[in-house]
């Protein structure tokens, strides 16, 4: 079982860039697969991005300014994403599993509390 904490969200104008942190506590990290979702008001929550150690996988909306990475030393995995737009206005969260990276968050049976991110025009 892991514990997770976001933190990275906040108020940032179009264009501009942010890195998510997701902070994990639990016996053997480095063999989870970790998720990022986000979630807009009004709207489902949705996959962004999911690593494990064989590879990343994004979503298509995500692809080209998203990048997730993981530090194990840390236990800690990171979203970042560039050329920020009004529509990635969401809370996102962290999520982690056991098993390969999936794009339903059903699959994931551990979840953050989430970081909020806003973007101005």
């Known amino acids: 079982q892991v514990q997770l904490v976001e933190s990275g969200g906040g108020l940032v104008q179009a264009g501009g860039s942010l890195r998510l942190s997701c902070a994990a506590s639990g016996r053997a990290f480095s063999s989870y697969t970790m998720g990022w979702f986000r979630q807009a008001p009004g709207k489902e929550r949705e996959f962004v991005a999911g690593?494990?150690?064989?590879?990343?996988l994004y979503s298509d909306s995500a692809k080209g300014r998203f990048t997730i990475s993981r530090d194990n030393s840390k236990n800690t995995v990171y979203l970042q994403i560039s050329s920020l737009e009004p529509d990635d206005t969401a809370v996102y969260y962290c999520a982690a599993r056991q098993g390969i990276v999936a794009r339903n968050r059903y699959d994931y049976a551990y979840w953050g509390q989430g970081t909020k991110v806003t973007v101005s025009s």
């Open positions: 690593t494990r150690w064989t590879g990343e």
